[in-house]
């Protein structure tokens, strides 16, 4: 069952805050989810293969070409802060 | 009613949702995180339709990811009709003949939802069919981009636009073009009329959909009941897919390489966190908490692996019955009007009305809304679907 200090360890975990309504609204999502997780434990998988796709495709590559799609300054350009050639975040070191 | 959230061309003829890129114009995906994000390349669906002439008039609204019922919980707020009904913005684009149809990406029923309430048409076609390349990702493994429209020939129309084989997505399918049908071969054709869907709708919605399966039959079409028992095992099944795929895929929005940045930090875990606490809804962040839960050692098995298994019975379940009927019919969703509600409550209204539309995402199968209720069809027979739909549309059911 989800407890307060786990679920305020997912939030942790998830770079996220909840407020104290959302927290219990959270909760109570969770407490509702186990009875329906609980009918599908229900049911008999033993010997059932896990499908991760519906269509059989496997290991699609491309050709080992080297391109460049995207110049740096074209992805820098959406970035909410930068300098002159990277994205810009507070200092990590002191 | 419909409105873009993005004009892009005043001659234009197609919606694109706002989940889907269109190069140089703000895609927030119905999100603040997004803000500001201008992609850098298009999404191949729209660069197939743009290279057969088709202009796009502008985005429409979708709420944050596409995970709500019908937009109700979009950044710009929702789309409502003139009593003040939920629907879905570019299923009203279409019905009011703005637009010649749209893209949308069907994650968890929204398009099909949204066309079954306005009266337009859309298709959810097979996993794989139609490129994924440039949508804003949730939920890989189930979801797919579709079309509205108000007719079925329009969605033929369109879909043969985008169809095919894309060496950029990595789940398409090898084949070139699809068998989308001729609109007719309609008499003999054998629908089953799914129990467990039908009987957990409303009384007018079981109306409905009972009035539909009694105009087919007046085609030639013989209509059955038939069972599928795991239909509710399918909805959590999804549901538990969705939310782990989208916690990963969701992770990516941290305020630091695109989209919305919080104001309000003074190091680099307080910018994560603010950002993404402010930048995501309650929904989004309920689906990534519940998501991350089952992704988590001790849930795993039971959650996510399970699903997976749950998954191929489905599949099975639903493969068993294309033996015998080349559609099921069912209702799109459970009422014929929704209204706007607290977002507190969202999580759990969408995963209650998941149960009508999670067995196409969760199985990949092909899935269309058209004259208000919807249809299944098996893998690679959007042929079915069409005719049927065009056939009823020509019998005055739309």
């Known amino acids: 069952m989800m407890t307060p200090e786990a679920l305020s360890a997912l939030e942790q975990l998830n770079e996220m805050r909840l407020t104290a309504d959302e927290a219990a609204e959270m909760l109570?999502?969770?407490?509702?989810?186990?009875?329906?997780?609980?009918?599908?434990?229900?049911?008999?998988?033993?010997?059932?293969?896990?499908?991760?796709?519906?269509?059989?495709?496997?290991?699609?590559?491309?050709?080992?070409?080297?391109?460049?799609?995207?110049?740096?300054?074209?992805l820098l350009e959406g970035a909410p802060e930068h300098t002159d050639d990277s994205w810009q975040v507070p200092r990590l070191v002191k | 009613m419909g409105q873009f959230v993005t004009e892009i061309n005043a001659n234009g003829v197609i919606a694109v949702d706002d989940t889907i890129q269109v190069k140089g114009y703000e895609t927030r995906a119905g999100s603040r995180i997004l803000e500001g994000f201008k992609p850098l390349f298009s999404a191949e669906t729209v660069e197939r339709l743009e290279g057969a002439g088709y202009a796009v008039a502008?985005?429409?609204?979708?709420?944050?990811?596409?995970?709500?019922?019908?937009?109700?919980?979009?950044?710009?707020?929702?789309?409502?009709?003139?009593?003040?009904?939920?629907?879905?913005?570019?299923?009203?684009?279409?019905?009011?003949?703005?637009?010649?149809?749209?893209?949308?990406?069907?994650?968890?029923?929204?398009?099909?939802?949204?066309?079954?309430?306005?009266?337009?048409?859309?298709?959810?076609?097979?996993?794989?069919?139609?490129?994924?390349?440039?949508?804003?990702?949730?939920?890989?493994?189930?979801?797919?981009?579709?079309?509205?429209?108000?007719?079925?020939?329009?969605?033929?129309?369109?879909?043969?636009?985008?169809?095919?084989?894309?060496?950029?997505?990595?789940?398409?399918?090898?084949?070139?073009?699809?068998?989308?049908?001729?609109?007719?071969?309609?008499?003999?054709?054998?629908?089953?009329?799914?129990r467990e869907l039908t009987d957990a709708a409303s009384d007018d919605m079981k109306a409905r959909v009972t009035a539909y399966a009694e105009r087919m039959r007046g085609l030639g079409v013989t209509v059955e009941e038939v069972s599928l028992p795991l239909a509710e095992a399918a909805r959590t099944a999804w549901n538990l897919l969705l939310c782990a795929e989208t916690c990963n895929n969701v992770s990516r929005y941290d305020g630091v390489k695109f989209g919305y940045r919080s104001p309000d930090y003074r190091n680099i875990d307080e910018l994560y966190v603010n950002s993404r606490t402010e930048g995501l809804n309650f929904l989004t962040k309920a689906v990534i908490l519940y998501g991350s839960d089952a992704l988590s050692k001790g849930r795993y098995v039971t959650c996510y692996d399970k699903a997976l298994r749950v998954r191929r019975l489905v599949w099975e379940q639903v493969k068993g019955l294309f033996k015998d009927f080349d559609a099921l019919l069912c209702p799109a969703c459970s009422r014929t009007e929704y209204r706007p509600y607290?977002?507190?409550?969202?999580?759990k209204t969408v995963f209650e009305e998941s149960l009508f539309t999670a067995i196409p995402n969760l199985t990949g199968v092909p899935a269309m809304a058209s004259g208000g209720v919807q249809c299944f069809a098996d893998t690679l027979r959007e042929s079915s679907l069409l005719n049927l739909a065009e056939a009823m549309e020509g019998s005055g059911a739309k």
């Open chain 2, 58 to 194: 502008g985005k429409s609204a979708v709420g944050e990811f596409g995970l709500d019922l019908l937009g109700e919980f979009a950044h710009g707020g929702p789309c409502l009709d003139a009593s003040g009904a939920l629907r879905g913005a570019a299923a009203e684009l279409v019905a009011a003949g703005q637009v010649r149809g749209a893209l949308n990406v069907d994650l968890n029923g929204a398009p099909r939802r949204a066309a079954a309430l306005s009266g337009v048409d859309f298709l959810k076609p097979t996993y794989g069919t139609v490129s994924r390349y440039g949508v804003i990702p949730c939920a890989c493994s189930g979801e797919q981009v579709g079309v509205t429209a108000k007719t079925a020939g329009a969605v033929r129309e369109l879909l043969r636009v985008i169809a095919g084989h894309d060496p950029k997505d990595g789940t398409s399918l090898p084949a070139e073009t699809y068998d989308y049908g001729n609109g007719k071969d309609v008499p003999g054709m054998r629908v089953g009329l799914v």
């Open chain 1, 28 to 74: 109570s999502i969770f407490r509702d989810m186990e009875a329906h997780e609980a009918a599908l434990r229900e049911i008999d998988t033993d010997n059932v293969e896990i499908m991760v796709h519906v269509m059989p495709l496997t290991n699609i590559l491309r050709d080992d070409v080297q391109e460049q799609p995207f110049t740096r300054e074209s």
């Open chain 2, 342 to 347: 607290a977002i507190a409550d969202a999580f």
